[in-house]
């Protein structure tokens, strides 16, 4: 079973500021998404990353994918409100040559006034 | 606007219900997938479909099965629902060689 790690679990935070938020696995990944998910909603893409050491910004979010293609991370600035939400990485790889989604286990990110 | 439909958002089944949740892409995509979200879990991978009448297994298959007759509808059955089947239920469609999972509503299932 491949394993992706989300840290933290669970994070609180006053509008204005910064936070990280960390998907780490032992696997190589061919690409790796992130999205977000609202309640009563499915999960909605954000970003996909494809090459070690990439980096994309989306407004205020930025998403890193590590050199060796196992890990990621997404940094917000400037956190508000409407951030609030369920934040997923999901690792795309071929397994017995079918195409296969795993999902991370989930930062619930909440953003007070 | 590309669209996954689940045929319920809530449904409440006893225990030992045969259950079917359907699930329609409007997208033409070959991959098709089921998961089951809960709190701390995140999604796991019920069952897979690369192709009409093709299924693979993820990570949870026991007490689950799939049907995908046609391709726009990929279908998960709980032959004997039990109560810790209870969770929300997410499916999702790929494009073949894609990377953007495009999902469903979820269908939030209560087994009591």
């Known amino acids: 079973t491949q394993l992706l790690e989300q840290s933290p679990q669970f994070l609180s935070i006053q509008e204005g500021e910064n936070l990280t938020v960390y998907c780490n696995s032992s696997?190589?990944?061919?690409?790796l998404q992130w999205y977000r998910q609202e309640p009563g909603e499915g999960p909605v893409l954000l970003v996909t990353?494809?090459?070690?050491?990439e980096v994309k910004k989306l407004k205020r979010l930025t998403f890193q994918f590590g050199d060796a293609r196992k890990d990621s991370s997404l940094h917000i600035t400037a956190a508000q409100t409407g951030d609030t939400g369920l934040y997923l990485c999901?690792?795309?790889?071929?397994?017995?040559?079918?195409?296969?989604?795993?999902f991370g286990t989930g930062t619930r990110l909440l953003v007070s006034p | 606007d590309v669209k996954v439909t689940q045929s319920s958002r809530y449904l409440v089944k006893r225990t030992g219900e045969k259950v079917f949740l359907e699930c329609v892409q409007d997208?033409?995509?070959?991959?098709m997938f089921w998961y089951r979200q809960d709190p701390g879990l995140g999604l796991r991978l019920i069952y897979f479909?690369?192709?009409?009448?093709?299924?693979e297994k993820g990570d949870i298959p026991e007490g689950y099965s799939v049907s995908r007759e046609k391709k726009e509808r990929f279908s998960l059955i709980l032959e004997s629902a039990s109560t810790n089947q209870t969770s929300m239920y997410l499916c999702?469609?790929?494009?073949?060689?894609?990377?953007?999972?495009?999902f469903g509503q979820g269908t939030r299932l209560t087994v009591v």
């Open positions: 696997s190589v990944f061919s690409s």
């Open positions: 479909s690369y192709d009409v009448k093709m299924k």
């Open positions: 990353v494809v090459t070690g050491g």
């Open positions: 999702a469609s790929i494009d073949l060689g894609g990377t953007e999972a495009f």
């Open positions: 999901a690792g795309d790889f071929y397994s017995t040559g079918f195409q296969k989604l795993v």
């Open positions: 997208m033409d995509h070959e991959n």
